[in-house]
C-alpha cells in the first residue's frame, strides 16, 4: 500500500512510487523531465543505473506525491534496476513507435511486473511510425494492463495525463473515492490517442468497489 502522510510531514497525502522501464533511447528520460518541468532535450544523456524525480498533484483534493524512477534499459544494468521493482506501486514500459523492436520487447518486460501502462513515445514523428497504435491496443488487452497510450515528450502530448492516470487508479486501488472519468477527453487531450483500459482494470473495480 502507499504511504499515507506523516503527523509531522503535511507536504502529501499519498506517496507512489512509480517505476518506467522500456529499451534504451525511447525516451523514458524525457518522459519523466517533461512530467516534472515541462521541458524537453535534443541532447538527453542515456541512464546509468537508475535516477528519480517527485512530484505533488492534486487529485480530488488530496495530495499525490508521485515518486518516478528513470530506469536504464541497456541489459548490462538490468541486475540493478530490477532490484527496484519490488517496491513499486505501478509502472509505465515505454517503446519508440517509430522503432518496432522496442514495442517487440514490451512482453519481456511486462513479464519481470505487473500493474502497467503501455506508453508509446515520440507521437510526434507520424511519418517515421513502425508500431501502429491499434497494436499497443491489443497487447494491453491480451496482458491486462492497466493501459495503453500514445505520447510526445517533445510536444508534451498526454505526459501529464499518464501520470495523473496512474496516480487515480493507485488511490482507487487504496480503497478511496476517485471521481470517475467517463469521457477519455476530460483525461486526455483531444489531439492524442485515447486510453483503453484493460481488463484487469474492469475485474479489479468489481471486485472492490469504492467505499464512500
Not at 502529501?12 to 518522459?31: A, M, R
Not at 513502425?130 to 515528450?153: H, I
Not at 510536444?155 to 495525463?161: H, I, R
Request: aromatic share 8%; with cysteine; net charge neutral.
Amino acid at each position: 500500500l502507499a504511504k499515507k502522510k506523516d503527523p509531522q510531514n503535511d507536504s502529501f497525502d499519498f506517496l507512489f512510487k512509480i517505476i518506467l522501464i522500456g529499451d534504451s533511447n525511447v525516451g523514458k528520460t524525457c518522459l519523466v523531465q517533461s512530467f516534472k518541468s515541462g521541458l524537453f532535450s535534443e541532447t538527453q544523456q542515456n541512464t546509468i543505473g537508475v535516477d528519480f524525480t517527485v512530484r505533488t498533484l492534486t487529485i480530488d483534493g488530496r495530495r499525490v506525491k508521485m515518486q518516478v524512477w528513470d530506469t536504464a534499459g541497456q541489459e548490462r544494468f538490468r541486475t540493478i534496476t530490477q532490484s527496484y521493482y519490488r517496491s513499486a506501486h505501478g509502472a509505465m514500459i515505454a517503446y519508440d513507435i517509430t522503432r518496432r523492436d522496442t514495442f517487440d520487447s514490451v512482453l519481456r518486460w511486462l513479464h519481470e511486473l505487473h500493474s502497467s501502462v503501455s506508453s508509446g513515445n515520440k507521437r510526434d514523428l507520424e511519418a517515421e511510425r513502425q508500431v501502429q497504435f491499434a497494436d499497443a491496443c491489443k497487447l494491453a488487452e491480451e496482458q491486462g494492463m492497466l493501459a495503453a497510450l500514445e505520447t510526445s515528450a517533445r510536444e508534451k502530448q498526454s505526459v501529464e495525463e499518464a501520470f495523473v492516470m496512474m496516480a487515480r487508479q493507485l488511490l482507487q486501488q487504496n480503497g478511496l473515492c476517485v471521481t470517475p472519468d467517463t469521457d477519455t477527453h476530460v483525461l486526455l487531450r483531444t489531439n492524442s490517442r485515447a486510453i483503453v483500459s484493460g481488463p484487469s482494470l474492469a475485474e479489479h473495480q468489481k471486485q472492490q468497489p469504492c467505499q464512500c
